[in-house]
Structures are given as structure tokens and as C-alpha cells.
């Protein structure tokens, strides 16, 4: 027993069967056949930060920031006629993601550096989730079927692919990832760099993040 698939017994043909994704589970969710994935509720939406430039020796740095929520569902199998018969969270239930995209319009290479991205909320600071915490999720050893191994490949595909990684942003450039954080409680109030290099200088910079309670919730 690698992972816990629990279905919910539906109550109509439209019903997804109940997901339970772990950190250290390796399973999948199934559908009865859908051509709409499910989505995880969404407690926040980001009212601001989008569009501004980053102040300093770095006004020609802009970047955009966007709040994604809880991890998207991938579809992992589908019937030949197209609708979804399972699907995985690749960044887990337990994370919310941002997009952050980096534009260099300047003329001096840009260093950034996850390493000194944090979320603050309150007094706390969070630091942005690697790859090997997604590949520890994902554990290679767990795998015992054919299926499970097209899961955890996807998945894994998924974070690899849009994970936001320490880069170097050459000017014209434009550099977007995905930051993925633990899951908090209560909505951050501030995106921090720290110490990223602008040509032969350094930075930091804090990006204030307004959220507003989604109704319904």
C-alpha cells in the first residue's frame, strides 16, 4: 500500500470521487469521466500588486506578481473520446502558488534568487518550496503500477517545468515561475527579495500583497 485513494460514493454522474494527496503519499484521484477537472476552494484573491517596478538602482526591472491559489489539477488519464478519468494536485492540497514574472529591460543581467524570496505574514517569514520537497512528495519508491508511474512523471513534470529557480534574467529578457508555498491560515502581507544582483549592485525590495476573503467561503 503505497497511497490513500478514497471515492465518495456519488450521488449524481457528475460527482468526483474524494482526494486524499499527502506529503508523503504517492495517489492519484478518478472521476467517473468528466471534461472539467475539479477545483480546490479558494479562501484569498490578491487585490493588488501587478504592474509596479521594482525601486532603487532597478527601475528598469518590472515584474508582475499573481496570486494562483491551491494547486490546479492535472489530468493523469482520460477515456479515448477525450473526458478525464483521473487526475493529481502536482504541487500537493497543502500549498498556494504565486506567478511571478520578471522583465529586464535594462542593460545589466539580473541574479534572481528563491533563496531570498520569503512570504511575511505577521511576524513569520515562509520560504518558497523546491523541487526536492515535490520529489519527496512524489516518492520514486512508491511507484508499484503502471499508473502510479504516469502520475508521479506528470506531476513531477508539472513542478520541473514552472517551478520558479534561481536565474540569471540577461537584459530583453523576460523570466516567469511559479513559487509555491506551505499553506497558511491567514493571507501574507508582503513578498520580500532580498539581496538579488542588479549588474554590480545588490537589492532588496518588498512587495506589499493586498487579499480580500473569497465569498462563499
Known amino acids: 500500500m503505497i497511497g490513500k485513494s478514497s471515492v465518495k460514493k456519488p450521488f449524481s454522474l457528475a460527482r468526483f470521487g474524494l482526494c486524499l494527496l499527502g506529503f508523503s503519499f504517492l495517489s492519484a484521484c478518478y472521476t467517473l469521466g468528466t471534461e472539467k477537472l475539479p477545483e480546490q476552494a479558494q479562501k484569498w484573491s490578491l487585490n493588488a500588486c501587478t504592474g509596479q517596478a521594482l525601486a532603487g538602482d ?119 515561475g511559479t513559487l509555491a508555498f506551505p499553506r497558511q491560515q491567514l493571507p501574507a502581507t508582503m513578498l520580500r527579495l532580498k539581496q538579488w544582483k542588479f549588474g554590480e549592485s545588490e537589492f532588496s525590495q518588498d512587495l506589499c500583497l493586498s487579499f480580500q476573503p473569497v465569498s462563499g467561503t
Open 58 to 176: 532597478a527601475q528598469e526591472i518590472h515584474w508582475k506578481l499573481s496570486y494562483i491559489g491551491p494547486s490546479p489539477a492535472l489530468p493523469t488519464a482520460k477515456q479515448p473520446w477525450g473526458s478525464v478519468t483521473r487526475f493529481v494536485y502536482p504541487y500537493t492540497e497543502y500549498t498556494d502558488l504565486f506567478e511571478l514574472e520578471i522583465k529586464n529591460d535594462s542593460e545589466d543581467p539580473l541574479w534572481v534568487n528563491t533563496e531570498a524570496i520569503a512570504l511575511q505574514q505577521d511576524q513569520s517569514q515562509t520560504l518558497p518550496l523546491e523541487l526536492a520537497f515535490f520529489k519527496r512528495a512524489w516518492p520514486v519508491g512508491a511507484v508499484n503500477d503502471q499508473q502510479q508511474l504516469i502520475d508521479r512523471s506528470l506531476a513531477i513534470a508539472e513542478v520541473t517545468r514552472n517551478l520558479f529557480y534561481s536565474h540569471g534574467v540577461l537584459p530583453g529578457e523576460t523570466y516567469t
